[in-house]
DNA sequence: GCGTGACATTTTTTT
DNA sequence: AATGTCACGC
């Protein structure tokens, strides 16, 4: 074994590194070189010859980070990787799929179904069933359904209390049984079928067992409850499970992520097997006991405290905005200023709780001739005319997917409305068949279509993936469709580089079929984007950036209502609100170990949100950090702005200032103190003089309307 | 069948 | 503000 493998690691590191053949729990911090130990790990049990590659399973959550991980395993062993089963969940529950189609009840080419797929599937499914949607709305049924599988539930294992929660799993029930009948699968199904068949099917749960050695878990604290039972039930006596995770950086909870599974695997396999990495490569001091300090204030952790080696560093700047606007201006002189200084754009992240107010910034940055990028927002294989070429594939490959069939049957347009179609699919309805099966014995313009696609099946028979695609874009009437249309230039060009990607996957892939490419471009919807080379400021929400490091950070919007978000508080329990702030305090955590060297948190005073002015209070979070790591930035001298943190007029831009009579001296959006209700903000007034009435938005106490002459309320 | 305007609806996101 | 959804009229 080549020694210099384990070199360089901390004593926590080399343990967790070469622990024995069990399982183990292993708690590791931002920054705490966690990717680093999971491909040693594995690097150093094939090279020690205690398991070949076949018998290795690792599972992260994205594409990105199984792919990290694949490329850091080549760059250190010189063997074929190809027989190791490295990916996500999903890829490899559907790699087990597309293997087990006959016994887990699939057609051979079953479609995966996107989270649009679904919505749409549902809507269609509730429309069949003559359901009010205003009553049911879709979305929420979607939730319903994907919350129940997640957790590992069929419609029969739901217990409805009422006749609405009977509905609903009435619903759910009709969603699987149209899916089954369709040939398709949402992502949530290919995890729970691909369980499903384990648990059922003895000698292939025997079989998988008996292969994988070593399971090796990323982001554990993310897992829901139907993975970690996927993972439990391929964990077979003589296979250790190896998880790595970190509590504090859950951020998922809300759509399903289970933290308690930590604690569960502690006690189910870890067995105490814990090994704690607690130092940091990446911050300086400041940093992180701005961050230790924070999250410490999470009554339910499994607790941890990072250390670095490393001086303490630059404080943390902290900029009070009058407006949103005036703090997109102050984060474009800041990010020049370090630009000049020799940071790169790429090497700074502007983080946001929220993808809306990236707006302001954008337009800031803009004006200010800043390049940046945006991460999130569509994505390339979720793009209405890729979709639509991608639902003709589906249709060549899988004629029972009626989803596909109305996505495409009239677009482009071919005069096959709303009414036909109804009568297309009652007809359908009444013989149990498929749309595309009352199609081919219809007349008329549906069967003008139906033999469009027969055609294109015939002529792409024998043509290589990447032929086939260009000839459906052609044939199907896409290409001269939005070549006829004078904004569709640029739809055009992503039609052609669909070609171009599954060119590439012909070349990469190990079969390049249509399924398989199918498959890919549903559970790999990646980053397609241009300009990934540009040194570019980056602009992405806190939970984009987790796993990302920068030299220096910006966290935005740090109001009360926007972060904390007021949504994640609000409703359901006492329990819940509990959670859900201490969700978003995770989150902040996240935000702020996302920084090496420079950290900037501001927040302002008045900001635009859904066409209206709001005012908000600086988050509780600024008043949870240790106020001596913190240095509080005024406007740049010889501004005519006043300085001070919350005592200032809004700034001109946001519009009207209401005055509460001139002789009061209070007026909307200044901050305020009650004796009984503490700190809050001027929201609105009525009335003037001795009858004035100002209304307060109090941080803890809510919003009240107080009277001037009897309040005595202080300004701050 | 198709285009247009009124209307609501705004967290976070991967697969 | 901006975007998507839906009903209505041609």
């Known amino acids: 074994m080549s020694a210099h493998l384990l070199e360089n690691l901390n004593p926590e590191q080399l343990a967790a590194v070469t622990l024995p053949h069990e399982s183990a729990l292993i708690l590791a911090g931002a920054g705490s070189g966690k990717t680093r130990v999971l491909t040693t790990r594995m690097v150093w049990l094939i090279q020690g010859g205690q398991v070949s590659p076949h018998g290795i399973l690792a599972v992260t959550f994205t594409n990105k980070a199984a792919k990290e991980m694949m490329t850091r395993i080549s760059a250190m062993l010189p ?4 027989g190791m089963w490295v990916g996500t969940f999903h890829g490899l529950a559907n790699r087990l799929l597309r293997t087990h189609w006959r016994e887990a009840g699939l057609p051979q080419s079953f479609q995966i179904l996107d989270s649009a797929d679904q919505l749409s599937a549902i809507k269609r499914l509730m429309k069949s069933m003559n359901i009010d949607s205003e009553k049911y709305e879709p979305k929420k049924v979607q939730r319903f359904i994907s919350a129940n599988k997640e957790a590992g539930l069929r419609a029969r294992d739901v217990e409805a209390f009422d006749a609405y929660s009977t509905r609903l799993v009435e619903i759910f029930e009709a969603y699987d049984a149209q899916c089954q009948r369709e040939g398709v699968a949402d992502f949530t199904e290919l995890l729970l079928r691909s369980y499903e068949l384990l648990l059922r099917n003895e000698p292939l749960r025997e079989h998988y067992r008996d ?26 006596p003589g296979t250790a499970l ?26 189910e396999f870890a067995h105490g097997n814990v090994i704690k990495l607690e130092q940091n490569y990446r911050s300086h001091g400041h940093i992180l006991t701005a961050a230790n300090t924070l999250i410490a204030q ?60 990236s707006r302001v910034l954008e337009h800031a940055l803009f004006s200010a001739s800043v390049p940046y990028r945006v991460y999130g927002g569509l994505r ?26 109305i996505r495409v049957v009239n677009f482009p347009a071919r005069g096959i409305g709303a009414r036909t179609l109804e009568l297309l699919s009652a007809h359908a309805a009444q013989s149990g068949a498929s749309l595309w099966q009352a199609a081919c014995t219809a007349s008329g313009k549906v069967a003008g279509f139906a033999k469009l696609i027969e055609d294109i099946k015939q ?10 695609i260009d000839h459906v874009i052609e044939a199907s009437g896409l290409a001269d469709f939005y070549r006829a249309d004078k904004d569709g230039s640029e739809r055009l060009e992503n039609l052609n580089e669909l070609v171009n990607a599954a060119a590439l996957f012909g070349q990469e892939a190990e079969e390049a079929t249509l399924d398989s490419f199918l498959a890919h471009a549903a559970l790999e919807a990646g980053e397609h984007q241009a300009g990934v080379g540009l040194d570019a400021l980056q602009l992405m929400t806190v939970h984009a950036a987790k796993g990302l490091e920068f030299h220096a950070v910006f966290i935005t919007g740090l109001e009360e209502s926007l972060f904390p978000h007021e949504q994640s508080t609000l409703k359901g329990t006492s329990a819940n609100e509990e959670s859900g702030l201490e969700e978003e305090r995770r989150l902040m955590y996240v935000a702020i170990t996302r920084a090496r060297r420079r950290l900037y948190l501001s927040h302002a005073q008045s900001r635009m949100l859904h066409g209206q002015v709001r005012y908000g209070l600086p988050s509780r979070f600024l008043d949870e950090l ?31 200032v209401k005055n509460a009579g001139n002789d009061t001296g209070y007026r909307v959006g200044q901050s305020v103190a009650h004796a009984k ?18 209304q307060v938005k109090f941080r803890d106490a809510g919003t009240k309307w107080l009277a001037l002459a009897y309040a005595n309320l202080s300004i701050v």
């Open 79 to 82: 063997i074929n990787t190809r």
């Open 211 to 236: 292969r994988f050695k070593h399971i090796l878990v990323d982001e554990f604290q993310d897992t829901n409850t139907l993975q970690y039972r996927w993972l439990k039930l391929l964990a077979g």
């Open 242 to 267: 190896f998880a790595v995770g970190d509590d504090d950086q859950s951020i998922y909870a809300f759509r399903g992520a289970n933290t308690a599974n930590m604690a569960e695997f502690e006690r």
């Open 298 to 357: 999470n009554a339910h952790r499994l607790g941890k405290n990072l250390w670095t080696a490393e001086g303490e560093g630059e404080p943390i700047r902290v900029y009070a905005a009058y407006s949103d606007q005036d703090e997109a201006s102050f984060v474009v002189e800041e990010v020049r200023a370090l630009n000049r200084e020799g940071i790169n754009l790429s090497d700074m992240a502007l983080l946001y709780r929220s993808n809306a107010q």
């Open 380 to 405: 390339f294989f979720e793009r209405l005319e890729i979709k639509h070429a991608l639902a003709y594939l589906r249709l060549l490959t899988n004629p029972e997917d009626d989803g596909a069939f």
């Open 459 to 468: 002529a792409t028979r024998e043509l290589p993936l990447a032929e086939v």
């Open 626 to 656: 240790p106020q001596q790591v913190l240095s509080p930035l005024n406007r740049r001298s010889g501004s005519a702005q006043p300085q001070s943190f919350g005592y200032a007029a809004p700034a001109v831009s946001i519009g009207v």
């Open 677 to 694: 209700f503490g700190s809050g903000i001027i929201i609105d007034f009525e009335g003037r003089g001795a009858d004035a009435r100002v």
